[in-house]
Protein backbone atom coordinates (compact mmCIF):
# COMPACT_ATOMS: atom_id res chain seq x y z
CA UNK A 1 0.00 0.00 0.00
CA UNK A 2 1.26 3.64 -0.51
CA UNK A 3 1.00 6.43 1.58
CA UNK A 4 0.04 9.59 0.16
CA UNK A 5 1.92 12.80 1.47
CA UNK A 6 -0.61 15.91 2.07
CA UNK A 7 0.45 19.59 2.28
CA UNK A 8 0.51 21.79 3.66
CA UNK A 9 2.06 20.29 6.48
CA UNK A 10 -0.26 22.91 8.31
CA UNK A 11 -2.58 25.81 7.52
CA UNK A 12 -4.09 28.50 9.78
CA UNK A 13 -7.30 30.57 8.69
CA UNK A 14 -9.85 32.74 10.10
CA UNK A 15 -13.43 31.75 10.24
CA UNK A 16 -15.34 31.95 7.47
CA UNK A 17 -12.07 31.62 4.78
CA UNK A 18 -11.72 28.58 2.73
CA UNK A 19 -8.97 26.02 3.34
CA UNK A 20 -7.30 23.91 0.98
CA UNK A 21 -5.42 21.02 1.03
CA UNK A 22 -3.45 18.96 -1.06
CA UNK A 23 -2.78 14.89 -1.55
CA UNK A 24 -0.41 13.80 -3.74
CA UNK A 25 0.65 9.69 -4.68
CA UNK A 26 4.13 8.70 -6.33
CA UNK A 27 2.03 5.93 -8.34
CA UNK A 28 -1.13 5.94 -9.88
CA UNK A 29 -4.42 6.26 -7.40
CA UNK A 30 -7.51 4.17 -7.50
CA UNK A 31 -10.75 5.64 -5.06
CA UNK A 32 -9.54 8.05 -2.64
CA UNK A 33 -10.58 8.71 1.06
CA UNK A 34 -10.24 11.66 2.94
CA UNK A 35 -10.26 11.33 7.16
CA UNK A 36 -10.47 14.39 9.63
CA UNK A 37 -8.72 13.91 13.46
CA UNK A 38 -9.88 16.15 16.35
CA UNK A 39 -7.78 16.34 18.86
CA UNK A 40 -7.44 13.62 21.40
CA UNK A 41 -9.87 11.39 18.99
CA UNK A 42 -9.72 8.41 16.32
CA UNK A 43 -10.03 8.98 12.57
CA UNK A 44 -13.00 10.03 11.31
CA UNK A 45 -14.14 9.40 7.89
CA UNK A 46 -14.98 12.39 5.59
CA UNK A 47 -15.53 11.45 1.98
CA UNK A 48 -14.82 9.08 -0.82
CA UNK A 49 -13.97 9.83 -4.68
CA UNK A 50 -13.70 7.41 -7.08
CA UNK A 51 -10.97 7.15 -9.73
CA UNK A 52 -13.78 7.51 -12.44
CA UNK A 53 -15.00 10.80 -10.55
CA UNK A 54 -13.11 14.19 -10.84
CA UNK A 55 -14.97 16.03 -8.23
CA UNK A 56 -17.10 15.30 -4.88
CA UNK A 57 -19.52 17.42 -2.96
CA UNK A 58 -20.66 16.88 0.61
CA UNK A 59 -22.40 19.87 2.49
CA UNK A 60 -19.15 22.75 2.84
CA UNK A 61 -16.74 19.89 1.31
CA UNK A 62 -15.42 19.89 -2.07
CA UNK A 63 -13.11 17.07 -2.81
CA UNK A 64 -11.20 16.93 -6.31
CA UNK A 65 -9.39 14.00 -7.79
CA UNK A 66 -6.64 14.25 -10.92
CA UNK A 67 -5.68 10.66 -11.74
CA UNK A 68 -3.21 11.88 -14.34
CA UNK A 69 -1.50 14.30 -11.65
CA UNK A 70 -1.91 11.37 -8.66
CA UNK A 71 -3.49 14.18 -6.60
CA UNK A 72 -6.30 15.20 -4.76
CA UNK A 73 -7.87 18.43 -3.10
CA UNK A 74 -9.83 19.01 -0.10
CA UNK A 75 -11.61 22.36 0.14
CA UNK A 76 -13.69 23.40 3.20
CA UNK A 77 -15.44 26.33 2.44
CA UNK A 78 -16.74 29.03 4.82
CA UNK A 79 -14.33 27.46 7.94
CA UNK A 80 -16.13 27.11 11.32
CA UNK A 81 -13.72 26.78 14.14
CA UNK A 82 -15.26 23.34 14.98
CA UNK A 83 -13.33 22.74 11.42
CA UNK A 84 -10.13 22.41 13.22
CA UNK A 85 -8.06 19.39 12.81
CA UNK A 86 -6.19 17.13 10.86
CA UNK A 87 -7.13 15.78 7.81
CA UNK A 88 -5.20 12.93 6.33
CA UNK A 89 -5.53 10.85 3.06
CA UNK A 90 -5.65 7.24 1.88
CA UNK A 91 -5.79 5.22 -1.19
CA UNK A 92 -8.82 3.42 -0.79
CA UNK A 93 -7.74 0.88 -3.25
CA UNK A 94 -5.55 -0.53 -1.24
CA UNK A 95 -5.88 -3.12 2.66
CA UNK A 96 -4.72 -1.63 4.58
CA UNK A 97 -5.33 1.87 4.26
CA UNK A 98 -1.69 4.08 4.65
CA UNK A 99 -1.69 7.38 6.02
CA UNK A 100 0.57 10.44 5.90
CA UNK A 101 1.44 12.78 8.51
CA UNK A 102 -1.57 14.99 7.76
CA UNK A 103 -2.81 18.65 7.42
CA UNK A 104 -3.39 20.31 10.42
CA UNK A 105 -5.61 23.05 9.95
CA UNK A 106 -6.60 25.65 12.69
CA UNK A 107 -9.42 27.85 12.21
CA UNK A 108 -9.06 31.11 14.37
CA UNK A 109 -12.47 32.73 15.52
CA UNK B 1 -24.71 3.75 17.24
CA UNK B 2 -22.08 0.85 16.61
CA UNK B 3 -18.72 2.06 17.24
CA UNK B 4 -15.22 0.62 17.64
CA UNK B 5 -14.33 0.69 21.84
CA UNK B 6 -10.78 0.39 23.25
CA UNK B 7 -9.44 -0.37 26.57
CA UNK B 8 -7.94 1.69 28.33
CA UNK B 9 -8.36 4.80 27.79
CA UNK B 10 -5.21 5.87 29.19
CA UNK B 11 -2.13 3.65 30.87
CA UNK B 12 1.01 5.10 32.71
CA UNK B 13 3.11 2.41 33.20
CA UNK B 14 6.93 1.92 34.67
CA UNK B 15 9.73 0.42 32.08
CA UNK B 16 10.06 -3.63 31.73
CA UNK B 17 6.02 -3.74 32.79
CA UNK B 18 3.52 -5.96 30.28
CA UNK B 19 0.61 -3.50 29.01
CA UNK B 20 -2.20 -4.94 26.98
CA UNK B 21 -4.37 -2.77 24.79
CA UNK B 22 -8.00 -4.17 23.97
CA UNK B 23 -10.67 -3.61 21.08
CA UNK B 24 -13.45 -4.26 19.96
CA UNK B 25 -14.67 -4.25 16.41
CA UNK B 26 -17.85 -3.34 15.38
CA UNK B 27 -20.39 -6.57 14.98
CA UNK B 28 -19.97 -7.70 11.52
CA UNK B 29 -16.84 -6.30 10.29
CA UNK B 30 -14.15 -8.74 9.38
CA UNK B 31 -10.95 -6.37 9.41
CA UNK B 32 -9.09 -5.08 12.27
CA UNK B 33 -6.40 -2.49 11.99
CA UNK B 34 -3.99 -1.61 14.81
CA UNK B 35 -2.29 1.54 14.36
CA UNK B 36 0.62 3.53 16.18
CA UNK B 37 0.81 7.64 16.52
CA UNK B 38 3.59 10.03 17.30
CA UNK B 39 4.13 13.41 16.58
CA UNK B 40 7.22 12.39 14.89
CA UNK B 41 6.27 9.19 13.01
CA UNK B 42 2.66 9.90 12.50
CA UNK B 43 0.10 7.58 12.32
CA UNK B 44 2.08 4.01 11.69
CA UNK B 45 0.55 0.21 10.76
CA UNK B 46 1.64 -2.13 13.19
CA UNK B 47 -0.91 -5.28 12.05
CA UNK B 48 -4.20 -6.03 11.29
CA UNK B 49 -6.45 -9.28 11.02
CA UNK B 50 -8.58 -10.53 8.63
CA UNK B 51 -11.63 -12.87 9.55
CA UNK B 52 -9.39 -13.20 12.93
CA UNK B 53 -6.26 -14.14 11.00
CA UNK B 54 -3.53 -12.28 11.01
CA UNK B 55 -2.49 -10.81 7.40
CA UNK B 56 0.50 -8.67 8.25
CA UNK B 57 2.50 -7.69 10.87
CA UNK B 58 5.28 -6.62 9.49
CA UNK B 59 5.03 -2.93 10.97
CA UNK B 60 5.02 -4.30 14.55
CA UNK B 61 8.73 -4.86 16.48
CA UNK B 62 8.29 -8.21 17.12
CA UNK B 63 10.96 -9.00 20.02
CA UNK B 64 8.14 -7.27 22.60
CA UNK B 65 4.90 -6.73 20.34
CA UNK B 66 2.76 -9.15 19.98
CA UNK B 67 -1.24 -9.30 18.45
CA UNK B 68 -3.98 -11.25 18.81
CA UNK B 69 -7.63 -11.86 18.30
CA UNK B 70 -9.03 -14.58 20.25
CA UNK B 71 -12.88 -13.88 19.31
CA UNK B 72 -14.48 -11.77 16.85
CA UNK B 73 -15.11 -9.42 19.28
CA UNK B 74 -11.63 -9.19 21.01
CA UNK B 75 -8.39 -7.85 19.64
CA UNK B 76 -5.38 -7.49 21.96
CA UNK B 77 -2.27 -5.69 21.24
CA UNK B 78 0.54 -6.93 24.13
CA UNK B 79 3.77 -4.84 24.85
CA UNK B 80 6.26 -7.20 26.74
CA UNK B 81 8.50 -5.42 27.89
CA UNK B 82 7.84 -1.67 27.68
CA UNK B 83 9.82 0.79 26.97
CA UNK B 84 9.69 4.70 26.72
CA UNK B 85 10.29 4.61 23.31
CA UNK B 86 6.74 2.34 22.86
CA UNK B 87 4.82 5.72 24.09
CA UNK B 88 2.24 6.78 21.71
CA UNK B 89 -1.53 6.57 21.36
CA UNK B 90 -2.63 3.27 19.94
CA UNK B 91 -5.70 2.91 17.56
CA UNK B 92 -7.53 0.27 16.47
CA UNK B 93 -9.96 0.41 13.39
CA UNK B 94 -12.15 -2.06 11.94
CA UNK B 95 -13.63 -2.34 8.82
CA UNK B 96 -15.77 -4.90 5.78
CA UNK B 97 -12.87 -5.41 3.50
CA UNK B 98 -13.11 -7.32 0.28
CA UNK B 99 -14.86 -5.14 -1.47
CA UNK B 100 -14.08 -2.35 -4.05
CA UNK B 101 -13.68 0.16 -1.63
CA UNK B 102 -14.19 0.51 2.14
CA UNK B 103 -14.28 2.43 5.19
CA UNK B 104 -12.06 2.13 8.46
CA UNK B 105 -13.71 2.79 11.65
CA UNK B 106 -11.74 4.09 14.25
CA UNK B 107 -11.63 3.93 18.35
CA UNK B 108 -10.58 6.40 20.77
CA UNK B 109 -7.44 5.18 21.11
CA UNK B 110 -5.34 4.39 24.32
CA UNK B 111 -2.69 6.66 25.06
CA UNK B 112 0.05 4.92 26.78
CA UNK B 113 3.19 6.39 28.06
CA UNK B 114 5.75 4.32 29.48
CA UNK B 115 8.19 5.76 32.28
Known amino acids: SQQGEEDPQALSIQEGENATMNCSYKTSINNLQWYRQNSGRGLVHLIL?????REKHSGRLRVTLDTSKKSSSLLITASRAADTASYFC?????????FGKGTRLSVIA | DARVTQTPRHKVTEMGQEVTMRCQPI?????VFWYRQTMMQGLELLAYFRNRAPLDDSGMPKDRFSAEMPDATLATLKIQPSEPRDSAVYFCASAITGVSTYEQYFGPGTRLTVT
Open chain 1, 49 to 53: IRSNE
Open chain 2, 27 to 31: LGHNT
Open chain 1, 90 to 98: ADAGNTPLV
